[in-house]
């Protein structure tokens, strides 16, 4: 019974870095209540390299019983010819899009590898790197320096997701993220740390329910008073009431990615960012 | 005449984070010589929203006399039926390929959106929230103390790209990447800092080209003997002599995006991370 059968395996095969097939397939798979086995072949740049890919494929498929399934970005045509050999289910999203997209541009596609190639030259990637730089040395408030240059600065308690969101902010997008620590001393006084108040517009606040907290301090430091659940309930309701109070913008991070966080911030600060 | 007129427009529509679709656009449009305006519409989950964003679509068709192009990853049917009638041109990732997967793993799909959704209590998240955590604290040999639990640790020449690279090894691939600065103290002696002797295994080096580096470095001091390009010269002479001497593998990350230098990265030393 075909129920009773694993899954077929997956397979991403890319002539760049595999990138854009990874997350093309995954996207479609997320779609399916399915766990299969996923490699990633990149670089499968030449026609060798093409009919060891389709080994590995048709192996596969021998184990198996059945034909994997191929997600491919590939705009060599001689490796996508013997690619399309291969005795998996091969999903092809250039050949599929790419003709509408010739008709609608009035010019023919030029099989260029990958998007990543001629990036490194451009003000777009020099903007990321100078960008992650950027949110390093503003890491949970190291530096009050140059804040007037940030995109945004993320407040919160510690470890409610400001750095992994300040650095996926910048290295996906660019935007030079601050991030800068609420912490007992500010709740006691009832006001921002001093070095932020000339940046109120810029500010944006993380949250998280206290379990939540707890545990990621837990795993830090066990069985401190900074990780207990009354000292993080304590923490939590204290800066959003201050946020609420200085009128700081803020969400919870507790169910969400830091791929969401960023769009949802970048969606509220900087709507800009979302159209270049 | 058609090759007077601009391009038109592009959109990225999901209901989730939009980053597939921006994925998705991009990688097809990288096979054309355009330069698009793109606007990306990120969690587009009513049909109200989709409305808005109908009107934003046909809004640029009047104003560039032509269709946009409107890449679109929607699993709420409600939307998409709204979506599909604006006047651009629409290219579905999902409706394509869902269809011959359904048909291939026996089973319907279950319209769920994105795939972020649920991503935060996977065990491959908090692998990339530790690594990313794990990279900082060992971002440019700031520590020696855990290397053990390395993946992998890049050295190079301060400036070569080892601490972007760390980062997206980690923010991307959940990757445990140090990274240790290789110094004019180390080329005197023509040996390896002693704290990375017992870690040989898990080395792997970047280089990079001495113009290129002189230019890097003189955004930070300029005038300075580091950024000097003979200082730069002979930094990478010595890096590249004590590898090879060492038996360190490397590449150079001169004309190399980060995507690509973890790719490859990832290709050499831990290959079964190409697997999951």
Redesign the interface.
Known sequence: M??DMP??SVFFVSD?????AE??G?????????HP???????VDTVDKAHRAVERINHAARNEGR?P?VFI?L?NADVLHVIRECSG?V?D??T???E???T????K????I???SE??SSSR?ADR?DA??FA?MH?DGQSSRNLALADVILVGVSRSGK??TS??LA??HGVRAANYPLIPEDFSRMSLPSALVPHRTKLFGLSIAPERLSAIRTERKPGSNYASLPNCVEEVAEAERLMRREGIRWLSS???????I???IL?LIRPDR???
């Open positions: 075909q129920r899954n077929p760049g870095t595999g990138i854009t997350t093309f995954n996207a479609i798979l997320a779609q399916f209540d399915v086995h996923r490699v990633r072949l990149p670089f034909p399934i970005t705009v289910l999903l999203m250039f599929t899009f790419i509408p997209l010739e609608a541009f009035g010019i596609s030029n099989h260029r990958g998007q990543f990036v490194t990637y790197m992650i730089n390093l890491d750095t992994p650095l996926y290295m996906q507790t169910h969400k990615s830091i791929e969401e960023a769009t949802t969606q979302l159209e270049y």
